[in-house]
């Protein structure tokens, strides 16, 4: 979550080791956390998860926060009845269903949709058998999870007895001593959670905001009714906002896509893999998660140099008539200052992204096709004009022509600019 006035967008997720008999590290479960202050803040629930969802798969990524173990992450009732954990690969996601929610039958048919798609579904705080009353739930479920500090030894040995029946396997949870974890194993208990093990860790990472404008114009050209989405305009919109389409990148990686793994060498080609419907009921996730995020200063001049560096790439592609690589060479322009947005190094920033081997080679800085339009992209910008000549010649690009191609993306990116950070930004359209 934004801190106002903060120059970096530093988001927060805590997690908390689940582990096997063997002591072994089964999965983590993922918390919210607003700040580096290891405690819940009040939040509306469904906020809470969706802060957790983004910034986890989306910001700082599980092979850093899980170590690509698998993550409990708690449901309500609401985001379950939107299938937002279909958005998530099965092998990465435990759901786990908060213990205020009431199955109706519509619900009980999503847990079973769920099971049948592979999802490992778990019940939080059981306290009671009035939770597992319904058979047909139990069929669905897999994990319970039972707070042995609340739940007294009789009751406990009945939730256990049911639990057995229905082959269901049995998480205790809040265990805080070596006799404790002792009691529950012989009890039959066979994941365990609790500060005996571990309290919660707060891991943090670096968040680029999306523009409240992009995000507007995206949700008006999705919510069109009567036809079909316009691709191409949507790829015009995205094509203005960084932190858009990294997240987007991201999402296809993390997601239960059957094109996951595909590499991607534009960013029309990540919007149509990803698909009109789950891209609506993204921007629905992120309208819970962004509402009161702002881009600060640094980020604004991060966004705009990278649109005029795609501008540039893009343009010196269409000279040199590479006009089936000019959409690749604007991606890469557009995602060269990844590492600076995200405060890593260009290899983890890009590492999870589906990206064209090349595009990721060129980011990285090996000298492909991509990196030369990059490279002169960057020497203008900078002034390095020796460098500059000799990516020209390589190239056979006079100065003239790409002093013209400069001044074009500077006047392109400025209009951009000031479009989205005027005063009422949120009522621009980007014509």
């Not at 599980?62 to 099965?90: A, G, M, V, W, Y």
């Not at 847990?111 to 999802?119: N, Q, S, T, V």
Request: hydrophobic fraction near 40%; charge should be negative; aromatic fraction near 8%.
């Amino acid at each position: 979550m934004l801190k106002k006035g903060r120059k970096q967008m530093e988001v927060f997720v805590a997690r908390q080791p689940i582990l096997n008999l063997n002591e072994e590290v089964y999965a983590y479960e993922l918390l919210y956390r607003d700040s580096h202050v290891n405690q819940f803040t009040a939040i509306d629930a469904s906020r809470a998860t969706t802060e957790v969802l983004v910034n986890s798969f989306l910001t700082i990524g599980l092979d850093r926060l899980s170590q690509n173990k698998p993550c409990f992450i708690n449901f309500t009732e609401k985001l379950l009845l939107d299938q937002i954990p279909k958005h998530f690969n099965p092998g990465q996601l435990i759901v786990e269903i908060l213990e205020d929610v009431c199955f109706s039958e519509d619900l009980i048919g999503e847990c079973r949709d769920l099971k049948e798609k592979g999802y490992t579904i778990a019940l939080d705080d059981v306290i009671s058998l009035e939770q597992l009353s319904n058979p047909h739930l139990l069929h669905y479920i897999d994990i319970i999870k039972v707070d042995i500090r609340v739940v007294p030894a009789k009751l406990r040995a009945d939730i256990i007895h049911l639990a057995k029946a229905y082959d269901l396997t049995l998480l205790a949870e809040k265990v805080e001593t070596r006799e404790e974890h002792q009691a529950c194993v012989l009890e039959g208990f066979k994941l365990f959670q609790g500060y005996y093990y571990s309290k919660p860790v707060v891991v943090s990472g670096i968040d680029i905001p999306f523009f409240t404008a992009t995000y507007f114009q995206i949700i008006e050209e999705l919510s069109v009714s009567g036809r079909e989405v316009d691709v191409e305009k949507v790829v015009d919109i995205l094509e203005q906002d960084l932190a858009l389409t990294y997240k987007l990148l991201r999402l296809i990686n993390s997601s239960n896509h059957q094109h996951s793994h595909v590499p991607i060498q534009s960013i029309k080609q990540a919007v149509m893999l990803l698909g009109a419907d789950a891209l609506k009921k993204w921007m629905y996730v992120l309208s819970i998660e962004q509402t009161e995020r702002a881009a600060s200063t640094a980020s604004q001049f991060l966004v705009k140099t990278s649109l005029l560096r795609a501008k540039m790439c893009e343009q010196v592609a269409i000279k040199l008539r590479c006009g089936t690589l000019s959409d690749g060479c604007f991606l890469t322009g557009f995602m060269s200052l990844v590492d600076v947005g995200t405060k890593q190094t260009t290899s983890e920033a890009i590492q999870s992204l589906p990206l064209d081997v090349e595009i990721k080679d060129a980011l990285n800085g090996e000298r492909n096709l991509y990196r030369r339009i990059l490279d002169i992209a960057i020497a203008m910008e900078t002034a390095e004009f020796e460098i500059l000549d000799r990516s020209l010649e390589e190239l056979g690009i006079d100065f003239s022509e790409i002093f013209e191609i400069y001044g074009q993306a500077i006047a392109w990116a400025d209009r951009l600019y000031q479009e989205h950070f005027s005063d009422n930004e949120s009522d621009k359209v980007i014509k």
